[in-house]
């Protein structure tokens, strides 16, 4: 279905503009991604709707995608993989979000251990996009922790369980994903920016 659905809106672009290889395998990649992102989501969205899990599945993902956005991380490098990690981070832990009440203690050492997280080990590029700017890497550190902090303030106004739990479990999440012990588990390649420098001398 994926290929289908790649191979028609090619074809359908190139009706409209002659493309280059390099443009034809860019644009698949991208198509690829998009299709992808789509499905997942979709299937995401339906079993979050059958259990009952919607609004914490929504909160889930609007944070997560913040500290996400200037915090990057591991990508799995397979589709399968993704499918096999996807279903069980959101919905899993779209239950404890929705279930589980944390002590106060367990609540800020979580804070501690992401906030240093971002200090230590934001940015995290991939091989596929690594960092290669030097300032653009300490400004990715700057913002995604100010984004941290920034949820933090929200979460003492507010006092909303299950936002806090939304925070909480996307902040243990992207800190395990900049982790270079997630990176050395699944086999990924680390500070990507590094290799790209050598190659490039």
């Known amino acids: 279905m994926k290929k289908i659905f790649v191979e028609k809106f090619i074809t359908y672009i190139q009706t409209k503009k002659e493309l280059t290889n390099i443009e034809i395998k860019r644009l698949k990649y ?28 929504i909160c889930f993902i609007l944070i997560y995608s913040f500290f996400r956005l200037y915090g990057f ?34 609540i800020y050492a979580i804070w501690i251990f992401g906030i240093i997280s971002f200090i230590l080990f934001a940015p995290a590029d991939t091989a596929s996009r690594p960092l290669i700017h030097k300032e653009k890497r300490i400004r990715a550190k700057i913002l995604s922790i100010i984004i941290v902090i920034f949820f933090y303030f929200i979460n003492v106004y507010f006092q909303n369980r299950i936002f806090l739990n939304a925070t909480l479990y996307a902040l243990i999440i992207q800190s395990l994903s900049m982790n270079p012990l997630i990176y050395l ?8 920016y590094k290799t790209y420098s050598k190659t490039t001398v």
């Not at 992808?36 to 079993?47: A, C, E, G, R």
């Not at 588990?185 to 990507?192: D, K, R, T, V």
């Open 185 to 192: 588990l699944f086999h990924a390649p680390y500070h990507n």
């Open 73 to 106: 991380g591991i990508h799995a490098k397979k589709s399968w993989q993704c499918w096999l990690s996807t279903i069980p981070i959101y919905i899993g832990g779209c239950f404890l979000i929705k279930y589980v009440s944390l002590s106060m203690p367990v």
């Open 30 to 57: 991208g198509l690829e991604g998009l299709y992808n992102l789509i499905t997942k989501m979709v299937v995401i969205f339906v079993l979050a709707i059958l259990f009952n899990l919607l609004t914490e599945l």
